[in-house]
């Protein structure tokens, strides 16, 4: 589960850095206009266009690490290995966290368990 909280920091911190990044483009175009600086006028130009195409992706990515980081988290320090339990303890729908315990068994951040469906299991 380390790995996972160190994505979920790592998709938050770009989609943050981006979003600045955006903005600081906005304020640097017509700054650059203003000092006839060719420079920063493109490097405005790139991170607007960096933040227009760019941005919502990041936010997608983050909001998924994070909620597989919860689901992840319930599971592993409350001890839940029912699905339907962590469902209803995270308040989501049960298909998405069924999803989401699959995703991380597969990726490695839910080590030593086995999941049929509805139920977690300790392998042996």
Request: charged residues 20%.
């Amino acid at each position: 589960m380390k790995k996972l909280k160190v994505l979920w920091i790592v998709s938050f911190s770009v989609a943050l850095l981006s979003t600045l990044a955006m903005i600081l483009g906005v304020f640097l175009f017509p700054i650059g206009a203003s000092v006839e600086s060719g420079a920063l006028i493109i490097l405005g130009v790139v991170f607007v266009i960096h933040g227009v195409y760019g941005l919502l992706f990041y936010w997608i990515w983050f909001a998924r690490t994070a909620r597989r980081y919860k689901v992840a988290r319930v599971i592993e320090n409350e001890n839940i290995y029912s699905a339907a339990e962590v469902a209803v303890r995270l308040k989501k729908n049960r298909d998405s966290v069924n999803r989401d315990i699959r995703y991380c068994i597969k990726k490695g951040y839910l080590k030593g368990l086995t999941f049929n469906g509805n139920y977690l299991k300790k392998e042996a």
